[in-house]
């Protein structure tokens, strides 16, 4: 609800606090006297383009600032989160123009965007007749009033729940059939990697140790050379082994008379002799092994070629050929899993979209059920407005597949048709002003439980309409304003005359200057102004007696004021 409007320099007004009241709020006024002024200021705080000519001449800059009473609103406190905002007990939305036509805005006193002020705007206020804010105009929102009419919210939540249901089964259906295709499009290469890399049968790091035994082996007959000439050197007649086992025996022949003198020359006689022996049996077994010669060289250069020639043609390493030919083989596998996976994929989308079409079939039957109630309830309150040729139509229609998503399968569309015969067409392109005033308050009356905006303005929803009519316009005024703030900019003294605040709007001349001034006024003051409505500049005791007349209602029947 707006609570207050701060009005700084704006052409003719130069200062002005209004305290708004819930309820209703008529602004009257003679002709000129600047209430068109007022709602340009409060646009300026809602968004509306800048203009310089808005400043009061003389002044260097104007400033409006408008607060709101937003209530617990999670969809404002989310916006207010975006922007950065901290969220307070008092929303102010601040515009300030400067007389350059430079503007600045701001949100509880931190710097916005002015798009930012719109976005809030949206939230908190519906103008109808100055400013470009009607949500009824907006086919984007008409189902979404349509299902807050019918209280669709259950069946809204089913939608969504069974649309959620419909994509994850459709990406599991699709990444299954991406997985079979892949497979299949493999599976001839798969099978003739598995039968090639089975007959290889590489073994882990393989081609690294053929390299070294290649290696080695281009070394084996200098080897082998060395190993039998050491043998030779150790053994045979003239080899070492023989010598020292010679020399051995010599002195142990003279060690009786030498007494102990020759023991250690004996001892480490047999000590060369053990190591000569030890070493003489690893140049045997070497020698062996190189004679022997394991592989042909020839036999390694083929077994290398053949790993590489695996590893260029699968794009691996040679040592990750044995994990690829597992992986060829479990591929394999998968392809006869896959094919059952897809299957039950598909039965499992099919279930979701059956699912889906369903729950949004269900809500679809419901809104035309709506959108037919609706209707009625609409058509209830045109007559009384002076649009009893009028027909208001609730479009329902089922939208392209493509358009289906997670509020069903339907576009809404709200029309009008004004004359006899004709075909409804778009609100704002059949109706004419004062008509599609008259048709946002029917409308506005019907939906009112449905539309979480929490302030109205109509400017001169009354206009070129008089008597009975007028009177409907103040009635519904009055019952809207049972759910919802309203302010009026009105000539009627029937909508006037059922107001709970009434503010006059008049000029002053002071010191040359001509300045706007609201002042709320009390009974007496309400009663002379519903009669200068009624009777023109000369006020007569006729015209004060049809004012008590019109006010009643709002001092006896109807309370002049209700509880929020």
Same mark, same amino acid.
């Given at each position: 609800m707006l609570t207050t409007l701060s009005i700084r320099d704006i052409v003719l007004i130069d200062r002005l606090?209004?305290? =708004?009241? &819930?309820?209703?709020?008529?602004? @009257? !006024?003679?002709?000129?006297?600047?209430?068109?002024i007022l709602l340009d200021a409060l646009g300026l705080a809602l968004g509306a %383009?800048? $203009?310089?000519?808005?400043?009061?001449?003389?002044?260097?800059? *104007? /400033?409006? @600032? *408008?607060?709101?009473?937003p209530g617990d609103s999670p969809e404002l406190r989310l916006v207010l989160d975006e922007l950065g905002v901290p969220a307070e007990e008092t929303l102010r939305l601040r515009r300030v123009l400067s007389a350059d036509g430079r503007s600045r805005a701001f949100v509880n006193d931190v710097p916005a965007g002015v798009a930012s002020l719109r976005r809030l705007a949206e939230m908190l206020v519906e103008v109808h007749g100055q400013f470009d804010q009607q949500s009824l105009l907006d086919a984007g929102a008409h189902r979404r009033l349509l299902d807050a009419f019918a209280g669709h919210q259950p069946l809204l939540d089913g939608v969504v729940q069974a649309h959620a249901a419909q994509i994850a089964a459709r990406g599991a259906?699709?990444?299954a059939r991406q997985a079979v295709a892949?497979?299949? +499009? $493999?599976?001839?290469?798969?099978?003739? !990697?598995?039968a090639e890399l089975g007959e290889l049968q590489p073994e882990p790091d393989e081609e690294a140790g053929l390299a070294e035994e290649r290696a080695a082996m281009s070394q084996r007959g200098r080897l082998l050379e060395a190993v039998q000439g050491a043998l030779a050197e150790i053994e045979g007649d003239r080899g070492a082994e023989t010598r020292i086992a010679a020399a051995a025996r010599l002195i142990e022949r003279q060690s009786d008379r030498a007494g102990d003198r020759f023991e250690p020359a004996i001892a480490a006689l047999d000590r060369a002799l053990a190591e000569l022996r030890e070493a003489g049996a690893v140049l045997e077994t070497s020698r062996r092994e190189f004679a022997d !010669?394991?592989? /042909?060289?020839?036999?390694?250069?083929?077994?290398?070629?053949?790993?590489? *020639?695996?590893?260029?043609?699968?794009?691996v390493p040679a040592s990750a050929l044995p994990e690829l030919a597992r992986d060829f083989a479990r591929r394999l596998e998968l392809l006869a899993d896959g094919t059952a996976a897809l299957a039950r994929a598909e039965a499992e989308s099919a279930a979701a979209d059956a699912g889906y079409r369903a729950a949004a079939e269900t809500l679809g039957q419901s809104r035309r059920d709506a959108a037919a109630r609706l209707d009625l309830a609409v058509a209830a309150e045109l007559p009384p407005l002076k649009l009893e040729r009028a027909r208001f139509v609730t479009d329902v229609d089922t939208a392209p597949e493509s358009d289906w998503g997670p509020e069903g399968t339907e576009r809404v569309s709200f029309t009008v048709a004004t004359n006899v015969g004709s075909a409804p067409g778009p609100l704002g392109r059949i109706a004419s002003g004062g008509e599609l005033s008259r048709f946002m308050l029917a409308l506005k009356v019907v939906l009112a439980a449905a539309d979480p905006v929490g302030t109205l303005v109509f400017d001169e929803v009354d206009s070129g309409i008089g008597g009975a009519v007028a009177s409907a316009v103040g009635e519904r005024l009055a019952r809207l304003a049972d759910s919802v703030q309203v302010m009026v900019v009105t000539h009627s003294p029937q909508v006037a005359a059922l107001a709970d605040c009434h503010w006059q709007v008049r000029k002053d001349d002071r010191e040359g200057q001509t @300045?706007?001034?609201? #002042? &709320?006024?009390? &009974? +007496?003051? %309400? %009663?002379?102004?519903? *009669?200068? =409505?009624?009777?023109?500049? #000369?006020? @007569? $005791?006729? +015209?004060?007696? +049809?004012a008590d007349s019109l006010m009643q209602p709002a001092t006896g029947d109807r309370p002049a004021k209700r509880s929020r």
């Open positions: 606090d209004l305290a =708004m009241e &819930p309820g209703l709020s008529a602004l @009257t !006024g003679e002709t000129g006297a600047g209430k068109s %383009r800048a $203009d310089s000519g808005l400043v009061r001449q003389g002044s260097n800059q *104007a /400033s409006v @600032t *408008a607060e709101f009473s259906l699709k990444e892949k497979a299949r +499009a $493999d599976e001839e290469y798969l099978r003739q !990697g598995v !010669g394991g592989r /042909s060289l020839e036999a390694i250069e083929d077994r290398i070629h053949a790993l590489r *020639a695996a590893s260029r043609k699968y794009g @300045t706007t001034r609201i #002042a &709320p006024l009390d &009974p +007496a003051a %309400r %009663r002379e102004e519903i *009669a200068r =409505m009624l009777s023109g500049s #000369a006020v @007569t $005791d006729a +015209a004060r007696a +049809a």
